[in-house]
């Protein structure tokens, strides 16, 4: 007999919604949800939890009573990607339409800026900083590591200049692959994908998601890059900034938390359960949903065209079918970007942390975009004013 699955109890459920035991409780007294009681307490589905957090927030949203609390918070004006019709634009042009582009080209189109490779004593310095890390640091702090290396070797960087900020972007672009472990080469993805030693059959794959994750509305690591460059941040502690608001289960770290919850489906878990395992965290299904599309996710339906071709891509992609049918039928909720990177790293047999990484360089040319455009802005224009609520 199957085992039964993982339930999630009264105070997981209630952080799960953002509320308050008392108004859990309060839905299952109106039937909105189901619990079931035992010695230990009370116990909800995962599944049927995240159903009714996903309706929650397709309900029309109610102005705040204070033009300065909710969501959105403020508007930013920007030029470099909007989302129209369900179809993702950089400077109004489809991003699916670039991905058979090299993405350095895309990005001396998109920041009108000639590509500079990283000179080899920051290559050095980066190196450096990231082999000084325990074995068991992640990505994330990886990736930190190395753009410390990059900035401290860079007596430079605090020129606010169009053109050192370039530099800056290109010197991170062409120099983080390599201070990862993957070897210099003309061809971005290709530096990229050598690092976890993947075959060039993967490039075309591996350079279609750094397009595609160039931008994308205002993200949170976005924002902060601006809010940073407001300050009149240089380019990498703009970025450094990004990265922090990044390295977040609701942010970019989600790529890698996808990346994980296919393995176990792969490995023969079934989708419920391996759903089920990774709702405990609180932090919702990861791979599906998004709030700027009514469907599937405008990128990973770019992405997952490309995926069967990879050296375990037919296998990949049975998992996602299934993992997405599981979903659906659930949850009503669509695969987002998330669930596309993650089957790329799973057919390309790259480990699940890559999948941040992937997304970090991709993004990294739009936070340098972002940060450009900021830099042409009054000084200190994001700095909002706190409203005092105590006592």
């Given at each position: 007999m ?6 999630l ?35 909800f ?5 995240e ?85 068991h ?51 971005i ?5 050598s ?37 009149r941040a ?5 970025v ?6 990044a ?6 770290s ?10 176990r ?9 391996a ?20 469907g599937v996710?405008?990128r ?18 049975d ?7 599981t ?7 669509q ?9 790329l ?24 975009a ?10 200190t ?7 005092y609520?105590?006592?």
């Amino acid at each position: 007999m199957a085992s039964r699955l993982p339930r999630l109890t009264a105070a997981q459920a209630a952080a799960r919604l953002g509320v308050k035991p008392e108004t859990l409780y309060a839905y299952v007294s109106r039937g909105l949800l189901h619990r079931e009681r035992d010695a230990r307490g009370s116990t909800f589905d995962a599944l049927d939890v995240e159903t009714f957090a996903a309706g929650r927030r397709r309900a029309p949203v109610r102005s705040s009573a204070h033009p300065t609390t909710g969501s959105p918070l403020g508007v930013v004006q920007t030029d470099i990607a909007d989302i129209e019709d369900g179809e993702l634009l950089f400077r109004d042009r489809r991003a699916r339409d670039l991905i058979d582009r090299p993405f350095s080209d895309v990005v001396a189109w998109l920041w009108d800026a000639q590509r500079l490779d990283a000179p080899d004593p920051a290559i050095g310095s980066a190196r450096e900083m990231v082999a000084a890390l325990p074995p068991h640091a992640g990505a994330m702090d990886r990736l930190r590591a190395a753009l410390t290396g990059f900035a401290a070797d860079d007596p430079l960087r605090h020129d606010t200049s169009a053109a050192t900020l370039h530099r800056i972007g290109w010197t991170l672009l062409t120099g983080l692959p390599i201070a990862l472990g993957g070897d210099p080469h003309a061809d971005i993805a290709r530096s990229l994908a050598s690092a976890w030693r993947a075959p060039a059959s993967v490039d075309a794959a591996v350079n279609a998601a750094l397009v595609l994750l160039i931008d994308h509305d205002l993200a949170v690591s976005t924002f902060a890059a601006r809010v940073a460059a407001s300050a009149r941040a240089d380019g990498y502690a703009a970025v450094s900034a990004a990265l922090g608001a990044a390295d977040s289960p609701l942010h970019i770290s989600a790529a890698t938390r996808t990346a994980r919850l296919l393995t176990r489906v792969r490995r023969g878990l079934e989708p419920e359960r391996a759903l089920a395992e990774v709702l405990q965290d609180g932090n919702g299904i990861p791979g599906f949903g998004h709030p700027l599309y009514a469907g599937v996710d405008d990128r990973a339906d770019a992405l997952f065209p490309l995926l069967p071709a990879l050296p375990d891509g037919e296998g990949t992609m049975d998992a996602v079918r299934r993992l997405s049918e599981t979903v659906a039928a659930r949850t009503g909720l669509q695969p987002n970007v998330d669930l596309a990177l993650a089957a790329l790293v799973s057919g390309a047999r790259l480990p699940d942390d890559a999948a941040s990484t992937i997304f970090v360089v991709g993004r990294l040319a739009g936070w340098i975009a972002h940060i450009d455009a900021e830099y042409g802005e009054q000084a200190t224009r994001l700095r909002p004013r706190g409203e005092y609520v105590g006592r």
